[in-house]
């Protein structure tokens, strides 16, 4: 009668691989930040960029030949409400400028700041750039968690201070680390587009920041 | 908080605006013969064109007072010299047409400008350059809006005259703004989630250890009773 193997092999295998696996989780466990990812989406480059921007043919004046190309001959007002109808997402839009070359973005992670030096939704050229904070510390998160959700294709509505509704269709999503974020997005000449930014990657708790942008490039129907 | 505050003046802008716009919808299609007399539309403007060169010349009084930076200073006494200029013109053009102008600009413009100088240092030259830009924009539309639909040869006049002026502080507004370096989008961090690799990899490994536990238990067991 042949006798059962009574060694320890398998209880030493088992044990070892369990070792293993514990080690590994515990190791990695405080490695691991939270993180916002999403994928890249869009078939066009999110930096479309054209180095002659369109300048005005004849002026009335007689005199805006002489301005600086990168004035749109057609301005807009200021935009005043951002509407996401896909994300059901409406929030208001305020002017701001810079802090130490940063986007000073509104404290409220529900209100977007639009860069008040370059293009506005509506002008016949250049980036109109819409950002926002992902979340916030002390108001939770934010409208423009909306980015991570949307799909090219979908509308975006500006209405801006004189009444006019400008129309957009999403064109891409991209996701940059923040020191490569390109120049171009802030592009104020150029074709007409609508540039949405907000923060994406690992979200540092020592910090406070994410390390990468999430930028989202729309361009205007019609 | 002045950035509060901003947006309700940016609102409160924005319904005059519309107002303003909607005025100028409702003006009747002037006549040739009419042509002459300012209508509807050239007396909004003319309004609202005299009272936004009262609160550019105030603006730049102020940048010359507070402002940290000599650029934004220039930017201020550009602002005092040209639309003193301008408004003269205007002014004369209205006396010739008797329109009544406002003596100051609107409350909401001081109001807009007490929340800017608000801001102290460095802060007050970011909310100044944005405070204008937002003004000029809404002077060039509505003086495209008085090109398009106003009607007395000497008010289309001062509008074409207007113009080349304000998108010239409009490009000056945009350039002293300097470059955007960087997008700081988050500060909580509660859109973010962790990965459950971790916590996988540590409940698999307790899960082998404990089986391999009762494997050596039950192994030495039958062991004793062999």
Redesign the interface.
Same mark, same amino acid.
């Given at each position: 009668m042949a006798r059962?193997p009574?060694g320890?092999g398998?209880?030493?295998?088992?044990?070892v691989?369990?070792? %293993?696996?514990?080690?590994?989780?515990?190791a990695?466990?405080p490695l691991?930040?939270? /993180?916002?990812q999403v994928p890249d989406l869009g078939s066009e480059p999110a930096v479309p960029v054209s180095p002659a921007p369109p300048g005005p043919s004849s002026?009335?004046?007689g005199?805006?030949s002489a301005?600086?190309a &990168?004035?749109p001959w057609?301005?807009?007002?200021?935009p !005043?409400l951002l509407d996401l109808p896909t994300q059901r997402v409406r929030a208001?839009v305020?002017?701001?400028? =810079?802090?130490s070359?940063?986007?000073? =973005?509104?404290?409220d992670?529900h209100?977007v700041g639009w860069?008040?030096?370059?293009a506005?939704p509506g002008d016949s050229s250049g980036s109109a750039?819409l950002?926002?904070?992902?979340?916030? %510390?002390?108001?939770?998160?934010?409208v423009?968690?909306a980015l991570?959700r949307v799909l090219p294709g979908d509308p975006m509505m500006i209405a801006d %201070?004189?009444?006019d509704v400008h129309r957009y269709s999403v064109d891409s999503r991209r996701t940059y680390a $923040?020191a490569d974020?390109p120049?171009a997005l802030?592009a /104020?000449s150029g074709p007409p587009r609508l540039v949405l930014?907000?923060?994406a990657g690992?979200?540092d708790?020592r910090t406070?920041?994410?390390d990468s942008?999430l930028v989202v490039v729309a361009r205007p129907d019609g | 908080?002045p950035?509060a505050r901003?947006?309700r003046l940016?609102?409160a802008?924005?319904l005059l605006?519309?107002a303003v716009?909607g005025l100028a919808g409702l003006a009747p299609a002037a006549s040739a013969s009419a042509a002459a007399t300012p209508d509807s539309a050239d007396r909004t403007w003319m309004i609202a064109a005299h009272q936004g060169n009262l609160a550019e010349i105030a603006a730049g009084r102020s940048a010359l007072q507070r402002s940290p930076s000599g650029e934004v200073r220039r930017i201020g006494q550009m602002f005092i010299t040209d639309h003193s200029r301008l408004d003269s013109q205007l002014t004369a053009v209205a006396q010739q047409l008797a329109v009544t102008l406002p003596s100051a600009p609107s409350p909401a413009q001081r109001e807009e400008l007490a929340v800017v100088e608000s801001h102290p240092g @460095?802060?007050y030259?970011?909310?100044w350059?944005?405070?204008q830009?937002?003004a000029h924009? %809404?002077t060039?539309?509505a003086t495209?809006q008085e090109?398009s639909t106003g009607t007395a040869p000497s008010v289309l006049a001062l509008a074409?005259?207007t113009?080349?002026v304000v998108? $010239?502080h409009?490009?000056e507004?945009?350039n002293?703004?300097? @470059?955007?370096?960087?997008? $700081?989008?988050?500060?909580?961090?509660?859109?973010?989630?962790? &990965?459950s690799?971790?916590?996988? =990899? @540590?409940?698999?490994?307790?899960?082998?250890?404990?089986?391999?536990?009762v494997?050596?238990v039950i !192994?030495r067991r039958?062991?004793a009773v062999?």
């Open positions: 059962r009574t320890p398998p209880t030493i295998g088992l044990a691989a369990g070792l %293993a696996c514990l080690g590994a989780g515990l990695l466990g691991q930040q939270p /993180r916002v002026s009335p004046s005199t805006a301005l600086p &990168s004035l057609t301005v807009a007002a200021s !005043r208001h305020v002017p701001i400028g =810079l802090q070359g940063s986007l000073d =973005l509104p404290d992670p209100v860069w008040a030096a370059g506005a750039v950002a926002a904070h992902l979340d916030s %510390a002390s108001r939770g998160i934010g423009l968690t991570t %201070a004189a009444g $923040k974020l120049d802030f /104020r930014i907000t923060c690992h979200f708790a406070g920041h994410y942008n | 908080m950035r901003l947006a940016t609102l802008t924005t605006t519309l716009s @460095s802060a030259d970011s909310a350059l944005a405070a830009t937002v924009r %809404a060039l539309v495209q090109l074409r005259a113009t080349p998108q $010239k409009l490009i507004l945009q002293a703004a300097g @470059s955007v370096r960087s997008v $700081k989008g988050g500060t909580g961090g509660q859109a973010a989630t962790a &990965s690799a971790p916590v996988l =990899l @540590s409940t698999v490994g307790a899960l082998l250890i404990l089986a391999a536990g494997l050596g !192994r039958r062991g062999a």
